[in-house]
């Protein structure tokens, strides 16, 4: 059964860091693209980040450019997202999601989600 | 980046109506497009993807269509689990966008 956890979230202040990470089982973590996706707090769903099934690309939404690393250890099948200078606007729900993978492609986007960790931004 | 629309915002139904939600893209994106179902305090749950390939597990009465900017989402006879909102999310080329969302609300 695929599973993925998050964790990592919490309350930090403006202009602060934090590193979210995501537990991954029941599939082989190493051949597959994995991303970001948070929401705000009554909002809708936004796209942040992506790795590749390789882990050799990266991807970013405009907004987190610059601030957001995406990473992951296939030792331990984690997959992390570092955030720093962060914003209010930063503050939402962070799922991590599957994508595809390259031992049988299927054409998804994001097939399995994880059930979020929330990140408040307050001083 | 794609803009990704969807119609309506919010759609009143009752149990057994048809119900269909339109996504619009600001530019082509072939068949990479998916669409998601998410209820209150849950995670987004894949519906669709590639425009009309239905995830395995998901109940027939779902149904996806289009190509190039234009792709609905049929519910052919709407259940009352179905109640819910949903997206639509372009994969052709990044950033990934999302439309804001349908929500499907009892009439």
């Known amino acids: 059964e695929v599973q993925l956890v998050e964790s990592g979230g919490g309350l930090v202040q403006p202009g602060g860091s934090l590193r979210l990470s995501c537990a991954a089982s029941g599939f082989t973590f190493s051949s597959y693209a994995m991303s970001w996706v948070r929401q705000a707090p009554g909002k809708g769903l936004e796209y942040v980040s992506t790795l590749s099934t390789n882990g050799g690309t990266t991807y970013y939404a405009n907004s987190v450019k610059g601030r957001f690393t995406i990473s992951r250890d296939t030792s331990t099948n984690t997959l992390f997202l570092q955030m720093g200078s962060l914003r209010a606007d930063d503050m939402a729900v962070y799922y991590c999601?599957?994508?595809?993978?390259?031992?049988?492609?299927?054409?998804?986007?994001?097939?399995?989600w994880g059930q979020g960790t929330l990140v408040t931004v307050s001083s | 980046d794609i803009q990704m629309t969807q119609s309506p915002s919010t759609l009143s139904a009752s149990v057994g109506d048809r119900v269909i939600i339109t996504c619009r893209a600001s530019?082509?994106?072939?068949?990479?497009l998916a669409w998601y179902q998410q209820k209150p305090g849950k995670a987004p749950k894949l519906l669709v993807y590639k425009a009309s390939n239905l995830e395995s597990g998901v109940p027939s009465r779902f149904s996806g269509s289009g190509s190039g900017t234009e792709f609905t989402l049929t519910i052919s006879s709407l259940q009352p689990d179905d109640f819910a909102t949903y997206y639509c999310?372009?994969?052709?080329?990044?950033?990934?966008?999302f439309g804001q969302g349908t929500k499907v609300e009892v009439k």
């Open positions: 530019q082509s994106i072939s068949r990479w």
């Open positions: 999310q372009q994969y052709n080329s990044y950033p990934w966008t």
């Open positions: 999601a599957r994508g595809d993978t390259t031992i049988v492609p299927k054409g998804v986007a994001l097939d399995y």
